[in-house]
């Protein structure tokens, strides 16, 4: 597995050379930019900005590891639920055009009044329509456990089952919704862990978390993906990150000195 981080909130007013300077100065081996920040990769990129995007991560040692999105899918608006499938196609072509391997999406709750398997249903199947679209161009869509509610990793679990597409995967997030009354992570884990592709995480230095348990349970499944520190704003932002990739490395068994 390989450390990055997500430009949500740490990396949010750098442009992308300064990002990717950034994430080299620290060790971080990639990173997933997310939509509204100040690097500025969005849908309105034109094809020659999109290919000056991809080849300034082709000329760096830093790694595009997705794209963030807000596409949502639990709205039980129809024109609404239909404008965040099509902006995900189009994100998705995004995407590829940039070289990135995946983009993530994310329910953000269950409605009021609608029953909560036929939303759980619909967030599925519309991340299935997303997904039919990018397998053609390598693209995976990655479901955040995310939302009030739709952080159950019970529900995230409907949710994969009715998408039922092999480009639809799990975007672990960390969340205390993952731990039962025992402050363990096990069964949530185990529940999704044939869906991991993506891992976000967030205060690794705080006790708020089983984190060595996350990582021991990463490494035994032979996990390969991105780990990516999602986290707050830092005053010093380059000697927090310095300190996160000890502590990461130390978590993951990669600690070594010299450094490789």
């Known amino acids: 597995m390989r450390l990055g981080m997500v430009t949500y909130n740490m ?17 971080l081996e990639g990173v997933e930019l997310r939509t509204t920040h100040k690097h500025g990769v969005e ?34 608006d129809p024109a609404e639920l239909k404008t965040h499938i ?5 994100y998705a072509q995004l995407a590829a055009d940039i070289g990135a391997p995946g983009i993530k999406v994310r329910p953000n709750g269950l409605p009021e009044g609608v ?18 679209f990018a397998e053609g161009i390598g693209v995976k ?19 994969l089952d009715h998408a039922g597409h092999p480009f639809v ?15 363990s992570i096990a069964s949530s884990f185990d529940l999704l862990k044939d869906t991991i592709e993506h891992v976000h995480v967030n205060e690794i230095g705080v006790y708020q978390y089983p984190w060595q348990d996350l990582f021991h349970r990463l490494n035994a499944m032979k996990y390969e993906g991105w780990v990516l520190a999602e986290i707050a704003h830092n005053a010093d932002p380059p000697r927090f990150m310095k300190f996160y990739r000890t502590l990461y490395d130390l978590y993951a068994g990669k600690y070594a000195w010299p450094r490789p």
């Open 11 to 27: 990396g949010k007013d750098m442009d992308l050379p300064a990002l990717l300077a950034f994430c080299q100065e620290t060790g």
């Open 43 to 76: 849908l309105e990129l034109t094809p020659r900005e999109r290919a000056e995007v991809r080849k300034r991560f082709e000329d760096s040692p830093v790694k595009l590891a997705g794209l963030g999105s807000t596409y949502e899918f639990q709205s039980a």
């Open 86 to 90: 099509e902006g995900a196609i189009l």
């Open 115 to 132: 029953p909560i398997e036929k939303t759980l249903e619909q967030i599925g199947k519309s991340a299935r329509q997303v997904a039919v």
């Open 141 to 159: 869509v990655r479901i955040e456990v995310h939302g009030k509610g739709t952080s159950d990793p019970k529900n995230m679990r409907a949710i």
């Open 169 to 183: 995967v799990t975007c672990w997030n960390s969340n205390p919704q993952d731990m039962d009354d025992a402050k």
